[in-house]
């Protein structure tokens, strides 16, 4: 086999930063697509030995661009991650329309665009993996996220049913949940805040992009491939 | 290329993508349904059909809409890809 294509959505910053590493140190080709912070992703590609690709993955246009731009270049794509999410916290009773679509079309409408102009080549291929970030506020809900809970819900339902639409292609379909992880947003955190949050992990400590990475690593890895449909849990014993 | 002919190249292209091993040209019937049918294929099969006629006659499905016209039956399917080819 030559070389696996891997295409990592929000993939130039925070988690998926660090997956870009991981698959990129494993000797992948690794495809990190941004939307719109230029500077990060110049850092990225420089720092990663990975290519960059611009595209808002909420439309699905552009997702159809991008994704057509690796297949003519690579003629495959074996490895999407659809990592790309953003927040917009609130709670229900006040949560304006537009945060609720805007949350459900970045991190849940993406995952359908990108995995279905994903498909072609790894069932021409018979073989191929799809990984989806979710969250524990899919397993466990959180009080300000309905809208964020509901992306991710959606997407865990995604994973399970594309799993078995495309198991017999040789193509696994798991999500990877990231519990507390340090990031930018973590750094920033409160003293107090940042207590409190530890004292609901059972590890006592948050995680870190690398363990989330590693844990994306293995359900790429031929090792994991009778794995599907699963979600794999990154966060100390949190759910 | 005649009709005739792309339909039989269409039942053998079918027989090797989807490795129907035990069946033979002659055993499909042109007019059949091909999915839920006789031959005993599912819809899920129908996605390695989508991408073998991408490659070899560069048509391209896109969507099931497309796909239930084009996979009504191995005649359909010749008039579809005689429609599309490139």
Not at chain 1, 190 to 211: D, H, L, N, Q, Y
Request: glycine fraction near 8%; include cysteine.
């Amino acid at each position: 086999m030559s070389v696996p294509v891997a295409l990592v959505t929000g993939g130039t910053k925070g988690i998926g930063r660090e997956i870009s590493r991981t698959l990129s140190r494993k000797g992948m080709r690794v495809y990190m697509n941004f939307s719109g912070d230029r500077d990060a992703a110049e850092a990225a590609r420089q720092e990663l030995n990975a290519e960059t690709v611009q595209a808002d993955v909420s439309d699905q246009e552009q997702v159809n661009a991008m994704i057509s731009a690796i297949i003519e270049k690579e003629d495959r794509l074996d490895i999407l991650v659809n990592n790309a999410g953003i927040i917009r916290d609130g709670l229900l009773m006040l949560m304006p329309a537009k945060n609720w679509h805007r949350v459900i079309e970045v991190n849940l409408n993406s995952v359908y665009y990108c995995s279905k102009a994903a498909l072609r080549p790894m069932v021409a291929n018979r073989w191929g993996r799809i990984i989806n970030i979710i969250s524990p506020s899919a397993l466990m809900g959180r009080a300000g996220q309905t809208n964020y809970a509901a992306s991710k819900g959606g997407i865990l339902g995604f994973t399970r049913s594309l799993a078995r639409e495309v198991a017999r292609y040789g193509i696994t379909v798991n999500a990877v949940s990231p519990g507390v992880i340090e990031t930018e947003l973590t750094s920033t955190m409160e003293e107090k805040v940042r207590r409190e949050f530890i004292s609901m992990i059972p590890a006592g400590r948050f995680g870190t992009p690398e363990e989330v990475a590693r844990a994306v690593s293995f359900l790429i890895s031929d090792e994991a491939g009778y794995i599907t449909g699963e979600y794999l849990s990154v966060d100390g014993g949190l759910t | 290329m005649d009709k005739d002919t792309l339909v039989e190249e269409l039942k053998a292209l079918i027989i090797k993508n989807l490795k129907l091993e035990d069946i033979a040209p002659a055993d499909i019937d042109a007019a059949a349904a091909l999915f839920g049918g006789g031959l005993g294929l599912d819809s899920i099969d129908a996605l390695e059909l989508v991408v073998g006629l991408e490659k070899t006659y560069g048509i391209r499905i896109p969507d099931e809409d497309v796909g239930k016209e084009a996979f009504a039956s191995v005649n359909a399917l010749a008039d579809y890809v005689l429609k599309n080819k490139k």
